[in-house]
């Protein structure tokens, strides 16, 4: 037990806290790791008192001294058992109880003018910024790799069936596939940087419990400290509000959403009835039972996280629902959702980003196979259609002619060809790709499959990361 109470309400109440209701009522256990956004929290609260005088420079000094030796043990790791030993219902009551054994009297002075409530809104929102940074680097990194892959799979010209409702749809190529992938991480990445840039605007703390203070606390000062543009502009919102940790789970449950979709794809394409990649060994795992097996577990973990996530962000709404203005202890609730959330998404897509690394392509196979199913069809129609065959016609004429082949048990050959142009009334010859590689070439359009358009892309791509790294890094 601490030498300082930790209950901070202490005057009150005649009777002691009953156990198991206090107990209910902690979330020192999820909040633990906002002890160093507290903290430094805790030190621009330490300005603003002082700033408006409230304090002297000498309690500052001690305050500020205690304070950094708690930084000290949260840092080196023995401050979470200083923190249990306590009664504390949150993390804020630990740290104050903390700087109360470090600076004797002098430490009660720290909550002056502050609320938990500001305290809280203030610490989340760092505690927000920090993640979301490191979630946006994740993701482009992410993205990075992804292009990395691409231009690879670019120069050996791997070609792939894409597949709408799983059914083979049309050849693109590899790196098509993978150009995607980095195109919903360079998403995410923006969705990130934009929490951050969100979680950076103005600094609740100062608010009070709900209306301000009666004490000059110099709320500009301690909000250029914490890196805030500004003081909120009103209280009762700024204590009550969780926008920042929503948006914040809902750009975790997004991005991994992304990787769960590219990942249920690596999973299928892992199977040797596909063949289409192998995950390295240091990537994979095998069976307890069956010797042979190589699962790709870290892909398939990604997926339910994802659906976790989404479970997170439902659940974390669903408590600041029909909730009235200003701080109710549901939001309590709110903050041990979002951060248990965010904690495991960002482990997640951590590990995602890892294991994309780990993933070999299958260049002989995935090409072997992205003609199958008469993937090119569609290009045969448009070859008509450029000759002035009604759509609808031509999707009859080139249907007809699949189901042919397809029960003969046969590929389209340039025999095909002639038999169309006459179907469809036309001079010989009708040129239209019969292969998955003339297919990708044939593409015109701009975000088109073809090999100039994806490296087009990528380089575009490329520059939009470069260009966020140099913004992010300045
Ligand atoms: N433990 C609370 C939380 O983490 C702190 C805020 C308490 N404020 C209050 N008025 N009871 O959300």
């Not at 009070?208 to 000062?221: V, Y």
């Not at 408590?319 to 959330?341: C, N, V, W």
């Amino acid at each position: 037990m601490s030498e300082s109470s930790s209950l901070q309400w202490g005057g009150r109440f005649a009777s002691v806290p009953d156990a198991a209701l206090l107990a209910f009522g902690s979330s020192l256990e999820e909040d633990l790791v906002l002890a160093p956004f507290d903290v430094r929290c805790s030190l621009a609260h330490v300005t603003a008192l002082f700033g408006g005088g409230i304090i002297t420079s000498e309690s500052a000094k001690t305050l500020r001294e205690a304070l950094r030796r708690v930084a000290s043990e949260i840092a080196e790791g023995s401050f979470a058992e200083h923190a249990r030993a306590t009664n504390a219902e949150d993390v804020h009551g630990a740290i104050d109880a903390r700087v109360r054994d470090h600076a004797g009297e002098e430490g009660a002075r720290l909550h002056a003018g502050r609320s938990r409530n500001d305290q809280v809104a203030t610490t989340l929102a760092l505690y927000v910024r920090n993640r979301a940074q490191h979630a946006a680097d994740t993701a482009a990194t992410t993205a990075a790799l992804a292009l990395a892959q691409a231009r690879i799979a670019l120069a050996d010209g791997t070609l792939l069936a894409a597949t709408t409702h799983w059914q083979p749809a049309q050849p693109i190529l590899l790196a098509f596939w993978l150009a995607a992938v980095a195109e919903s991480f360079l998403r995410a990445a923006t969705r990130f940087d934009r929490v951050a840039n969100d979680a950076c605007a103005a600094s609740p703390l100062g608010s009070g419990a709900c209306s301000g203070s009666t004490l000059p606390l110099d709320r500009e000062a301690a909000a250029r400290e914490l890196g805030f543009a500004t003081p909120t502009r009103n209280a009762l919102d700024a204590i009550g509000s969780r926008d920042l940790a929503l948006d914040l789970v809902h750009a975790v449950a997004r991005a991994l959403g992304a990787a769960s979709r590219a990942s249920e794809e690596i999973v299928l394409w892992c199977t040797p009835a596909f063949g289409y990649a192998r995950l390295d060994d240091a990537a994979s795992t095998g069976s307890s039972l069956m010797p042979q097996k190589r699962n790709p577990d870290p892909f398939e973990l990604v997926r339910a996280h994802a659906a976790a996530a989404n479970g997170a962000l439902a659940a974390a709404l669903g408590t600041t629902t029909g909730i009235a203005l200003s701080y109710h202890r549901d939001l309590q609730e709110t903050k041990a959702i979002a951060i248990h959330a965010i904690e495991r998404g960002l482990g997640a897509l951590d590990a995602f980003a890892s294991a994309l690394g780990y993933v070999n392509y299958n260049h002989d196979a995935m090409t072997a196979h992205a003609g199958d199913g008469y993937t090119v069809a569609t290009d045969i129609a448009d070859s008509l259609i450029a000759r002035g065959i009604t759509a609808r016609r031509a999707h009859e004429l080139v249907g007809t002619l699949v189901t042919t082949a397809e029960r003969a048990g046969r590929i389209l050959d340039a025999n095909d060809l002639d038999t169309l142009a006459d179907a469809a009334g036309l001079a010989r010859p009708l040129e239209a790709p019969l292969d998955a590689l003339a297919s990708v070439r044939a593409k015109r359009t701009i975000g088109s499959t073809h090999p100039d358009a994806i490296a087009h892309a990528i380089a575009e791509l490329e520059t939009v990361l470069a260009a966020r790294e140099r913004n992010t890094t300045v």
